[in-house]
């Protein structure tokens, strides 16, 4: 088993950036590929980025390609988010997640956070 807590969330102007850190209880960290997740008010949870469990490959969602970065520190259990160049339509609720494969399919991911709102202003 392993319980994640996201935090880092927060309001933001369109073009900043924000860096959402995800911290794992448990020794078993190193073995989860992790994925960040979102909702958006009315909308559906979309993937947005995962990372193996050795951290060598990494996926993204088209919309965050080449603005968000995901990385991970096995020995400190824990998985950023860095998210550059915002934009308001990436105002939503950030979920970290953990399953067996870095997959872009939620239900594959058995373990998950509470979530951390992003905000950003126009």
């Known amino acids: 088993q392993v319980q994640l807590v996201e935090s880092g969330g927060g309001l933001v102007q369109a073009g900043g950036s924000l860096r959402l850190s995800c911290a794992a209880s448990?020794?078993?960290?190193?073995?989860?590929?992790m994925g960040w997740f979102r909702q958006a008010p009315g909308k559906e949870r979309e993937f947005v980025a995962a990372?193996?469990?050795?951290?060598?490959?990494?996926y993204y969602a088209d919309c965050v390609k080449g603005r968000f970065t995901i990385s991970r520190d096995n020995a400190k259990n824990t998985v950023l988010l860095q998210m550059n160049s915002l934009k308001p339509e990436d105002t939503a609720l950030y979920y970290c997640a953990a399953g067996l494969m870095p997959t872009t399919i939620e239900i594959q991911y058995a373990h998950w956070g509470q979530g951390t709102q992003v905000t950003v202003s126009s």
């Open positions: 448990g020794r078993t960290f190193s073995t989860y590929a």
């Open positions: 990372i193996s469990r050795s951290g060598y490959n990494t």
